[in-house]
Each structure stands twice: as structure tokens, then as C-alpha cells.
């Protein structure tokens, strides 16, 4: 299994990016998606995530309004739009699979692949 996180750089306060995660070696169409974010000194934190169908999603309480994830399953790729970006998340992103397909659940513990990371600043 490999998740291939891409997206991730440098944009300025107010900005905005979309990160993509492409899966492969698992039937991607059956595994819930999240993506966290892990800043330097601080703990991996929940952002988002979608169930297999893409028809329910969850979010932070700092993403709600500002983020948007998404997949497409013919792709085998979920997205993860992020607008209106903060020096505060300003971490290294990444995307995460689950066996529970119609699960939007945030603890990391749920989730059994993970992907490499993608580094996402945002200068003030």
C-alpha cells in the first residue's frame, strides 16, 4: 500500500493550496480517507476526513469554512483544499486511510496507511 501525498509549499497568509493523496495496492473505493497535520514541538492533529463515497465528511474545528476534502474514486485520490490559510498551519500534512469505509472518525488509531507528508508554510 502507498499513499503519495503532493500539494504541500510555501503561500502567504490569506492563500491557498490543494493537497492530493494518490492511493494505491488497496481497493481505494472502500476505505475512508482522513488527512492530519503534525507541527513542529506539537502532536499529529485531525483535519478532515471522508467516508468511502465521498457522501459524509468531518472537520476540525479550525478547518470547518476554510477547508475542503474530496475524492475521487476513479482517481483513487482524495484532495484536501485549503483557503484563507494561517501562519498557524503552517505543518506537515498528511493523508491516511481506513477500513472503516463509511467512517469519518478522527483518531489516528483508526486509520491503517498512512502517506510520506507534505510540507505546507504559510508566512505572515
Known amino acids: 500500500v502507498q499513499l503519495q501525498a503532493s500539494g504541500g509549499g510555501l503561500v502567504q497568509a490569506g492563500g491557498s493550496l490543494r493537497l492530493s493523496c494518490s492511493a494505491s495496492g488497496l481497493p481505494f473505493s472502500t476505505y475512508s480517507m482522513g488527512w492530519f497535520r503534525q507541527a513542529p514541538g506539537k502532536e499529529r492533529a485531525f483535519v478532515a476526513a471522508?467516508?468511502?463515497?465521498?457522501?459524509?465528511?468531518s472537520y476540525a474545528i479550525f478547518a470547518k469554512g476554510r477547508f475542503t476534502i474530496s475524492r475521487d474514486n476513479a482517481k483513487n485520490t482524495v484532495y484536501l483544499q485549503m483557503n484563507s490559510l494561517k501562519p498557524e498551519d503552517t505543518a506537515i500534512y498528511y493523508c491516511?486511510?481506513?477500513?472503516?469505509?463509511?467512517?469519518?472518525?478522527?483518531?489516528?488509531?483508526?486509520?491503517?496507511?498512512w502517506g510520506q507528508g507534505t510540507q505546507v508554510t504559510v508566512s505572515s
Open positions: 491516511a486511510a481506513s477500513r472503516f469505509s463509511g467512517s469519518t472518525d478522527s483518531a489516528p488509531d483508526l486509520y491503517s496507511y
Open positions: 471522508i467516508n468511502w463515497s465521498g457522501s459524509s465528511t
